[in-house]
């Protein structure tokens, strides 16, 4: 991309920048919607020095950075609306296919094994999958039958969530346990009726269910072996002590302890943690370690590692983004992933590693496959990129490392209490490959005119209705970090600070306050206050 008629001011101290006014760039093909020679939107600015926390406030009103480049897309202009998406990293829970792709990553490290499955592409080595084809359906609750609205069983959630665990489990365990579970209701109860008499509270005939609506409500439910088990323990305890044991009292506490021991031995869902962090057996074939190196080449790790990391950017950008040697090279690594505004920070209440951009390598066997290159912020880790080794796209990098971002980021929360976002970058609705991000749930989406945080849930509906969408129902809310001052907004002006007041009093030439204006409206009245626009 080429920049055309650009406007040149300067940002320095807190950020020292150049900043650009709204600008036309010329594409011949959005990389999004594929239409052909359109415009895109948006303002930005050279970074050369920025803190974490100008950072954080400037994506909370979205900015991203590329490199020192950071940028804000002109949302109601642009041919593809870019919200910021974060995910609710505390909250956070796996999805079917979350799952799929942590236990490929075990099986192979585990015993080798390598997915058969079609490799998946771009973006992030791609959640396509999770995103069911990009098709969202979306229903009000009046469209709702109160059948969709009952709870599943815990017992069939539970085989659900474990059917990979289950499924082999053969028939006669099944009958087995049939057996059991009559016998020990047969044993709690010297009053229920016979097996062969059902009791009347059973005897209500269920009317089979249609094709494809649920379970058949005439079978038991799948229950786990180590359940089973369980309840066998406490059945076989039952009828030792029933026989020397008698009156319905003490029945009754025998079968009060059942009831408890069965409900605390129900299974709860299984955190990320629980997926990426299950001991390896010591016969496992690979190793696969995770390093997390600032970007420094004061650093001994990061100079150590640079060039076999810039050769597998090469690598990467060639095969899957189809680049040329020269687009890929040392010089184009560094200035897009190594580069970085970031001033590292080590406050005492921070996490342990600080704050700052980092680059966190998958080292798999003594060798470099993947980057997942991120900033610490103090309430987030912000995803800038990742880039991985081809031959390994079977393993799903991009959503491994997705979620080893997230849990990364729930790790940093211990000892960060502020810390407990984790942001994906921007979705865009209107480009169905960009889609998946919104899988990764809870999620909001950053409203753009009064910049505050929507679940996605509310979003979706009204962006399959327009491509730009302000999310915020309230007609009468703001931005509340609108410029209401101008005056105030600091400059450096030869080498001394001021307000622009005082600024424009002293200026010759012709008035700047329009450029000024935009600069301010864009970065909010805290970031100007606390940001020097430079001015020659």
């Given at each position: ?11 320095s ?6 900043f ?23 303002s ?19 900015w ?14 642009t ?5 910021t998406?974060?995910c ?20 192979f ?8 499955a ?15 084809s990009?098709?969202?359906?979306h ?6 039958s ?13 085989r ?18 049939k ?7 047969m ?8 097996p ?23 079978k ?24 020397t ?19 605390s ?84 209440n921070?996490?342990e ?5 980092f ?54 929360h211990?000892k ?7 942001y ?15 899988q990764y ?15 996605i849930e ?15 129902q ?9 410029i209401?001052e ?35 409206s864009?970065?909010?009245?805290t ?10």
């Amino acid at each position: 991309m080429s920049l055309r008629d650009v406007y040149s001011c300067r940002v320095s101290c807190v950020v020292l920048c150049n900043f650009y006014r709204t600008r036309y760039i010329f594409v011949l093909t959005c990389s999004c919607c594929c239409q052909s020679n359109v415009l895109l939107f948006l303002s930005g600015m050279w970074a050369h020095s920025m803190t974490v926390q100008d950072y954080q406030d400037l994506i909370d009103r979205g900015w991203r950075r590329s490199g020192k480049y950071v940028y804000k897309p002109i949302m109601n202009q642009t041919c593809c609306p870019q919200y910021t998406i974060r995910c609710q990293a505390l909250h956070f829970q796996t999805s079917k296919s979350h799952k799929k792709v942590l236990k490929k990553m075990l099986k192979f490290i585990s015993k080798g094994d390598v997915s058969k499955a079609a490799n998946e592409e771009e973006p992030m080595d791609s959640h396509i999958e999770d995103a069911v084809s990009c098709d969202f359906v979306h229903r009000s609750e009046s469209h709702v039958s109160e059948a969709e609205l009952t709870p599943l069983n815990e017992d069939h959630a539970d085989r659900v969530e474990n059917e990979d665990e289950d499924k082999g489990e053969s028939k006669e365990e099944v009958n087995e346990k049939k057996a059991e579970l009559g016998s020990l209701q047969m044993c709690g109860d010297k009053d229920a009726a016979a097996p062969a008499e059902p009791s009347p509270s059973t005897q209500t005939v269920h009317a089979p269910p249609k094709p494809g609506k649920g379970a058949d409500l005439s079978k038991p439910p799948c229950r786990k072996a180590k359940d089973i088990r369980r309840e066998r323990k406490l059945q076989k305890l039952l009828q030792n002590q029933k026989c020397t044991l008698e009156g319905s009292s003490l029945q009754a506490e025998h079968q009060a302890l059942l009831m408890q021991s069965s409900k605390s031995t129900t299974n709860q869902p299984k955190s990320i943690e629980d997926f990426i962090f299950v001991p390896l057996p010591d016969d496992a074939l690979h190793k696969l370690e995770v390093r997390l190196v600032p970007v420094s080449f004061e650093d001994p790790q990061f100079k150590s590692s640079f060039n076999q990391s810039a050769l597998l950017f090469a690598k990467y950008q060639m095969a899957i983004h189809k680049d040329t040697p020269s687009e890929c090279g040392e010089n184009e690594f560094t200035r897009f992933l190594c580069d970085s505004p970031l001033e590292a920070e080590n406050p005492p209440n921070g996490p342990e590693c600080g704050y700052g951009s980092f680059h966190q390598q998958y080292w798999l066997d003594g060798k470099i496959i993947a980057v997942g290159v991120i900033d610490i912020l103090p309430y987030c880790v912000s995803s800038v990129y990742l880039y991985y080794d081809p031959d390994y796209s079977f393993l799903s990098l991009g959503v491994y490392s997705a979620l080893r971002e997230i849990a990364f980021t729930r790790q940093l929360h211990e000892k960060a209490p502020d810390l407990c976002f984790y942001y994906m970058g921007f979705y865009i609705h209107s480009c169905p490959k960009m889609r998946y991000k919104g899988q990764y749930r809870p999620s909001d989406l950053l409203c753009p005119e009064t910049y505050v945080w929507t679940p996605i849930e509310q979003c979706l509906p009204l962006l399959e209705l327009s491509k730009y969408s302000r999310f915020n129902q309230d007609a009468k809310a703001v931005d509340e970090d609108h410029i209401k001052e101008l005056g105030r907004v600091r400059v450096l002006h030869k080498r001394t600070v001021m307000p622009y007041s005082v600024y424009k009093k002293r200026r010759k030439g012709p008035s700047d306050e329009a450029s000024v204006q935009q600069y301010a409206s864009l970065v909010g009245q805290t970031c100007s206050e606390r940001m020097l626009l430079f001015r020659s």
